[in-house]
T-cell receptor
């Protein structure tokens, strides 16, 4: 299995632009998580999907952030409009029923907003 | 109450030494405690995990010690190697339902030759 796939790996954009991050979870996994990692705040959970349904979005910082999971093999995290304080590494992770607790992380997308 | 406190923030250990990272939690409902290892430019990966019904779990050079009464757990890396240089996160979770994982703030370990 290729593992969790994220794209792009790096994104540089200007303040005010829309940014879309993409994630393909491991085939067969039914849970998907989006995290944000910064030096100041560490690893923060943004949103959790189970069977394509958002279960907990309490970590989404504000209305500028939105996430979708239209099917079991694809999810997006969108920031509109982006701000410099959104600069971080964004990780997607998936978890399957057979691996009860373990989350498998993707390589992350490093976002820089100038 | 959902926090997991981790220390130290950074750690430098000589090759062959023992690396020790400590974590503490408040929520007694936590019943699964994984440790994740993250190399630069990579996502975190599960290293080792423990349930509170045991006091210690060992996998190779990595050992988790768990003190339920003190609500503390720690990771020991024996015979530390330069290849162990990474950031380590402790975490805690509650089984059943959502199983949200609460992560510690991370410890950056550097093992010097």
């Amino acid at each position: 299995d290729a593992g969790v796939i994220q794209s792009p790996r790096h994104e540089v954009t200007e303040m005010g632009q829309e940014v879309t991050l993409r994630c393909k979870p491991i085939s067969g996994h039914n849970s998907l998580f989006w995290y944000r990692q910064t030096m100041m705040r560490g690893l923060e959970l943004l949103i959790y999907f189970n069977n394509n349904v958002p279960i907990d979005d309490s970590g989404m910082p504000e209305d500028r952030f939105s996430a979708k999971m239209p099917n079991a093999s694809f999810s997006t995290l969108k920031i509109q409009p982006s701000e410099p304080r959104d600069s971080a590494v964004y990780f997607c992770a998936s978890r399957g029923g057979g691996t009860y607790y373990e989350q498998y992380f993707g390589p992350g997308t490093r976002l820089t907003v100038t | 109450q959902q926090q997991v406190k981790q220390s130290p923030q950074s750690l430098i250990v000589q090759k062959g030494g023992i690396s020790i990272i400590n974590c503490a939690y408040e929520n007694t409902a936590f019943d699964y405690f994984p440790w994740y290892q993250q190399f630069p430019g990579k996502g975190p990966a599960l290293l080792i995990a423990i349930r509170p019904d045991v006091s210690e779990k060992k996998e190779g050079r990595f050992t988790i010690s768990f003190n339920k009464s003190a609500k503390q757990f720690s990771l020991h890396i024996m015979d530390s190697q330069p290849g162990d240089s990474a950031t380590y996160f402790c975490a805690a979770s509650i089984s059943g339902g959502y199983q949200k994982v609460t992560f510690g703030t991370g410890t950056k370990l550097q093992v010097i030759p």
